[in-house]
């Protein structure tokens, strides 16, 4: 599922500043269209670097059953089928209406089109199908600071929508491949028996690969929607900044995640859509939507944080609680998180670590319940018994009716004996 | 435990891995590690390295997998990646200082990187069986395709190394159908 048809964004990889004036007017495209900002050159040379002449979506377009894009649809329709029943749906239904509300916002006619599915998947992500299938993952929900940000990525995925992203790499895979895979598709799309290989097919990944300037078109689109729904441009730029920290932490940078190369480099889009934002046109007062986003967000924030620590890509993590610290909402939480992060992550000096960690959040007041029974296991591996069997009933005495009050007092019975 | 590698996740927790020997009812048998428990019913065992799997419809279905005294520096199940054979490397390891509340915790990661989907545990709770003091809990989960399982474990930290006897099964009919026997093995264990 996760090589199929993504659009999702995000690549990480060094600054090609050269790479980056030639592909502005792709960025630009759909913004001069809908004159959000004047061109800076005229509309036939934006129209000559624009990547494809394919028509957009009409709002409740469905393709024609013979065409090859029904086909395309076809195949996704069995994928979104597994999406309705996924183990790991978020059916939170706040959550949903939260973000059902932004999309719509963002997509407008084009609202009832659009199906969302929110995954509890650790990653910063989201991606489009071309049937309106998308997927946003709580990896995202996680980084995004406010509803801006989260809206940033939503409209760059719905703009992939609009422009038939899919189809046109859809075609572009049929004409590049070879004849036998083109007959399988075309009895697929007559309706024989051979769906199955379109679905082998764009597993394959290959419909996947978005190209850059797809990207960068979906981009565009993201700002011009943003702008459109009374959202603050500026904040398009800003996620990608926010992206580029957490990747540089990780120490697998060449390779951070599975947005590949396809996709633009998330400096060179942090710097034009940062330009762009200046050269928008909107009469509203534009939000940020950040006291929404915490309302919904931040009570459902542990669990996510708690997924990211399952990853175990604990460099990335670091930085991640450095920037949501720097974000400032609900900080005991957070210094609650660095410190489970130290003690998971068990090199030289992390125990020391947590232990501050855990303290901070304990300082800053109102800190995760299990906060004492946390300091005594670390103070436990340190071997300082007295200590953390200090912390532990300090625990129990806290939380009388807690769950594991049995067990604790088994690891304080035990050191004891 | 390093080198006794398998477990495959195909959308719930494990999948065949093997051929299957008879277990049977009523008769005391070694899992393996000095380890031995008395099964009321039959069931079918499959082993790989040191992981022992039984179940008597199938693993999908329900299943109990023995921890049979993993020491420091091994997995708790290991775990490829994608049905490979290549580890996956970000599962945790089972350390000898760890508690009981930390096991809780490795496990509650090591069946989260075999694709359980919103794992709950609930009921940490002291228990003893095997004439020594251990803990138990319960845990549900949804597999990748949203099938809803229920599972029941117990463990023993002896000698710096973790006994476990970990049950799952379908919500619908198969949990319940082996849960009694799993409680029975439970209590007749014996780990020398």
């Known amino acids: 599922m996760r090589v199929f048809l993504k659009c999702g964004c995000f690549c990480f990889a060094a600054v090609v500043l050269t790479a980056c004036q030639m592909n502005k007017a792709v960025y630009e495209r759909p913004l001069i269209d809908n004159d959000i900002i004047l061109s800076s050159e005229s509309k036939s040379s934006t129209s000559e670097s624009y990547p494809y002449s394919i028509a957009s979506l009409q709002p409740q377009q469905r393709p024609d059953v013979s065409s090859l894009e029904a086909g395309l649809w076809m195949s996704v329709e069995k994928a979104e089928k597994k999406s309705q029943t996924a183990g790991n749906r978020v059916t939170d239904k706040k959550l949903n209406d939260y ?131 009374g959202y603050d441009p500026f904040e398009a730029s800003k996620i990608w900044k926010r992206s580029i920290r957490e990747a540089k932490a990780d120490k697998k940078y060449s390779s951070p995640s599975i947005f ?60 991640l609680l450095e920037i949501l610290i720097e974000d400032g909402a609900n900080l005991s939480e957070l210094h609650f998180f660095k410190g489970e992060m130290y003690r998971l992550r068990r090199k030289k000096g992390d125990l020391d670590k947590a232990l501050n960690s855990y303290r901070e959040s304990l300082a800053l007041g109102n800190p995760p319940s299990v906060v004492h029974r946390q300091i005594g296991l670390a103070l436990r591996r340190q071997g300082d018994a007295q200590g953390a069997k200090d912390s532990l009933k300090k625990y129990l005495e806290l939380n009388p009716d807690v769950e594991d009050a049995g067990v604790i007092r088994q690891i304080i019975e035990e050191s004891e004996e | ?143 990748k395709d949203g099938l809803a399982k229920s599972g029941s474990t117990y463990g023993i930290l002896k000698n710096k190394r973790l006994f476990m006897v970990i049950y799952s099964g379908a919500n619908i009919h198969y949990y319940d159908k082996g849960k009694e026997d799993f409680e029975g093995i439970v209590r007749s264990l014996r780990i020398l």
Request: aromatic share 10%; hydrophobic share 40%; proline share 3%.
């Open chain 1, 260 to 319: 590949n190369s396809t996709h633009p480099q998330s400096e060179e889009r942090m710097k034009v859509l940062n330009d762009l934002a200046g050269r928008v046109w909107t009469d509203e007062t534009v939000t940020t939507g950040l006291d929404e986003y915490k309302s919904v967000i931040l009570p459902l924030r542990a669990s996510f944080l708690r997924d990211e620590l399952d990853q175990r890509n604990f460099s990335s993590t670091e930085e």
């Open chain 1, 99 to 229: 973000v059902r509300s932004i999309v719509c916002r963002l997509a407008k006619e084009y609202c009832q089109d659009i199906r969302i599915y929110i995954m509890r998947v650790p990653m910063f992500n989201a991606s489009m199908y071309p049937n309106g299938m998308m997927h946003i993952w709580t990896g995202l929900l996680l980084r995004a600071r406010n509803e801006a940000q989260l809206a940033t990525v939503l409209g760059h995925e719905i703009g992939h929508y609009l422009r038939r992203h899919s189809l046109q790499r859809f075609k572009t895979y049929m004409n590049t491949s070879n004849s036998l895979i083109f007959a399988q598709m075309a009895l697929a799309v007559a309706g024989a028996p051979a769906v199955g290989d379109i679905m082998n097919i764009v597993a394959r990944g290959s419909l996947a690969a978005f190209s850059r300037d797809h990207e960068r078109e979906a981009d565009g689109y993201g700002l011009l929607l943003l702008a459109k729904g």
């Open chain 2, 1 to 143: 435990m390093r080198n006794g590698i398998f477990i495959i996740l195909v959308a719930t927790i494990l999948s065949s891995c093997g051929g299957y020997k008879l277990v049977n009812k009523g008769k005391e048998i070694e899992v393996g590690n000095s380890m031995f428990t008395t099964p009321f019913n039959d069931w079918n065992s499959s082993k790989d390295g040191d992981v022992v799997l039984w179940t008597m419809d199938g693993p999908m279905l329900q299943q109990i997998i023995f921890v049979k005294g993993a020491e420091d520096g091994d997995y708790l199940i290991p775990v490829r990646v994608n049905g490979t054979h290549t580890l996956d490397k970000k599962v945790p390891k089972f350390k000898k200082d760890m508690t009981s509340i930390e096991v809780v915790e490795l496990f509650e990661s090591t069946f989260k990187r075999l694709g359980a989907q919103n794992l709950e545990i609930s009921n940490v709770r002291p228990y003893e069986a095997a004439k020594t003091k251990g803990f138990r809990f319960e845990f549900g989960f949804l597999t």
